[in-house]
């Protein structure tokens, strides 16, 4: 009995010791940390007015610029260039056609509209199946490596972001990404990456239809760009795939504006929050008139708005991945 | 030292002699029940090559006619009736037109073309914005009754299939609804019914566009159907929204035939059910040629396939919410 008795109180001592690792360790002390903390406490506080229920902490985030990097160009289009190169065997004649023949000479392509784009989308996310799909963007994301910083693509994601969704998620907030990304190029690889499973992933969707095929039911992917979550497509994504108003939303660009906007708007206490690229040694500086994650509009509406805005050169004592 | 040497002992064995619900009490004891047993054994057991990781623990349950009731009409064509008398003051012309002249009578309308029923969803389901749109149909829910039974359409839900839902969550299992039915009419009242938050519920989908009204942010629903979750809309439904093949499926007409065809063809262990309308006494009893519900051709895939089929009148001790 002694020796129960002892192991239960070294068991209790013991257990009692735990102490929690500092919450949003890699955010500087100051505003934005604070103002995070302030409204994670009152809004998961039972005596508070500002108190919201379990099934409604809906916290979403978008992807490129807020929960890893986005330049020189978005992640994505590195792995549609990748394709370009697999594919080129059976489409002889990429090598004469812009802007495949750029691509297959390890160029970036110079000029690429929106319909390039898009084109080029389609050209190397369909016509297989979603197993296929899937298999490939795994395949990709497992090896690739950022033209510039060296990295793999997952370890540009930023260090404070990972924080702050796991300080979410232990107050019960549920975490969704709200990208203009695809949805089934995300679903390959970000679970693993964020702790945020498959289906709490919006994105951008190509149609799709559903086949027998040899006696195998299967998932066809088609060329056709079928929902573009991006700008005022954000909120009708989340009122789609999620069927309530976000009470936190995170994003980085004017395309997140209408989420942000839509999200601060809702009753009680809310929370909308803009991440600024400020840092030009540690990452990238840019806002107004960058063709990537371009910013304005949504920054002048932050501040009329009460919006909280990241410095990110100030507010982040590490940016990538530890 | 003594006093809580006795607590400890009391506390542990009060604690070991607490006993857990015999789970899926409603079911009769036979070939059903046990197959669902078995598979979610055979599933969850880390030693069970047919064991399945927590994240892949998709079930996917059909609503109208798997979860609740489903005759003499899809309960939710009962709001839309009730809809039109709310609006039949803005609408002077409908005591003139029908289907409308009909059901303000009082009646059900007699022939009702697919056209007209589109029709008539769209006048009732569309024009406001989401958060009216809630109102009204939680609005609805909480008076409404059951032509024939009288009860609340709310205690039409099957007491068996509650049972499944619990026990298939406490194995770890992520329940969700899919639905031909209106996803966001689904939204207003089945978190409350079936535990299953509205974020994993899929549905056919009414056409949205987010508007800034008044200074106001809306979802602002639109006149049009957007996606048809039924037939083989159903796995492009899961796809889109959940990302992954379901290892459990759950459904009872021709129109869950795709659904189930398509979990059941995933590698590795899957379960596809399909309950079957045969107790007359206790509910209704249809198949085969059934303006609701109807079920013929997916009933001979079962056999085929190996499906589990659930005789409603030979295998579940009650019908309703107990």
Same mark, same amino acid.
Request: glycine residues 6%; charged residues 25%; positive net charge.
């Given at each position: ?25 890699? #955010? ?65 004649? #990429? ?10 000479? &390890? ?84 679970? +693993? ?39 005022? &497509? ?34 009680? +206490? ?53």
């Amino acid at each position: 009995m002694k020796l129960l008795i002892s192991f239960i109180l070294v068991f209790s001592l013991g257990f009692t010791t735990i102490t929690k690792a500092e919450p949003l360790a890699s #955010w500087q002390e100051g505003e934005v940390k604070q103002a995070i903390i302030n409204f994670v406490k009152k809004t998961t506080d039972r005596n508070s007015n500002d108190f919201v229920a379990v099934t409604d902490r809906i916290a979403v985030f978008d992807n490129d610029g807020t929960l890893w990097a986005e330049q020189p160009a978005y992640f994505q289009l590195f792995f549609a260039l990748e394709q370009v190169k697999k594919l080129a065997k059976d489409n002889p004649d #990429w090598k004469t056609t812009q802007p495949y023949a750029d691509i297959l000479k &390890g160029n970036m392509p110079a000029h690429m509209s929106e319909a390039d784009l898009v084109a080029l989308v389609m050209k190397t996310h369909t016509g297989m199946n979603s197993d296929e799909f899937t298999k490939r963007a795994s395949s990709w994301m497992s090896a690739a490596k950022h033209p510039i910083t060296k990295k793999p693509f997952t370890e540009m994601v930023y260090q404070p972001m990972l924080e702050l969704l796991s300080y979410l998620r232990e107050h019960d907030y549920k975490t969704f990404i709200v990208s203009g990304g695809g949805v089934e190029f995300m679903r390959a690889w970000a679970p +693993a990456v964020y702790g945020i499973p498959a289906e709490q992933i919006v994105g951008s969707r190509i149609a799709s239809e559903y086949k027998v095929i040899d006696g195998k039911p299967q998932i066809v992917r088609l060329p056709k760009l079928e929902f573009n979550n991006d700008k005022a &497509g954000k909120p009708i994504g989340i009122y789609n795939a999620i069927g309530k108003r976000p009470v936190m939303a995170f994003g980085n660009s004017d395309g997140d504006r209408e989420m942000l906007e839509w999200t601060k708007a809702g009753a009680g +206490a809310r929370f909308s929050m803009l991440i600024h690229h400020t840092d030009d040694k540690r990452e990238w500086a840019y806002d107004k008139g960058s063709k990537i994650g371009g910013l304005d509009k949504a920054l002048q509406q932050a501040k009329q708005e009460s919006w909280t805005v990241v410095d990110m050169k100030k507010d982040w004592k590490v940016i990538y991945k530890q």
